[in-house]
């Protein structure tokens, strides 16, 4: 075996080590996925998705390609390991992978443009503190505007 010295970048998680503990961020990684998109010099989004949007999979009209689209959705997926404020809607967009449309190409710039304001969030993970993980849970009954079924959220604090 051979010692490589202190974890910094592993997988496109960035690592820093300090006293109090552990942060963990992926920074670069959302950075050069928005150099990707073309997305640098857009504005900012406070939130990844208008509390108002139902979407259907038959909004808008048709993607040609889709390609980029789920490679963007891919990424996204892969963000939420340091970003699970954006989770919820990712897993929304995610529905729509076979068939994606206009509107929900529309809905992942947002999450981009919301991720732009967050790039430089970091977990802790504190070294003079237990982990303790709480939550809470929010049911709408029959929610879903494609199949009425009940949605769910789960959110950590």
Known sequence: ???LGSLNYFLSLEVSSYVD???LSQGKYAS???T????????VSSTPLDPNVRL???????????TMYRQLVYSLIYLTVTHPNIAY????????MATPRSIHFTVVFRILRYVKSTLSHRFHFSSQ???VLSGCLDTDWAGDPTDRCFT????ST
């Open 21 to 23: 503990g552990y942060y």
């Open 36 to 43: 990707r998109c073309s997305l640098t010099d857009f504005t």
């Open 32 to 34: 050069d996925l928005l």
């Open 1 to 3: 075996m051979k010692d």
């Open 152 to 155: 769910q959220v789960i959110a």
């Open 129 to 131: 503190t237990s982990l």
């Open 89 to 96: 809607v990712v897993h929304i967009v995610s529905q729509f």
């Open 56 to 66: 259907t999979p038959l909004d808008g009209v048709p993607l040609g390609d889709a």
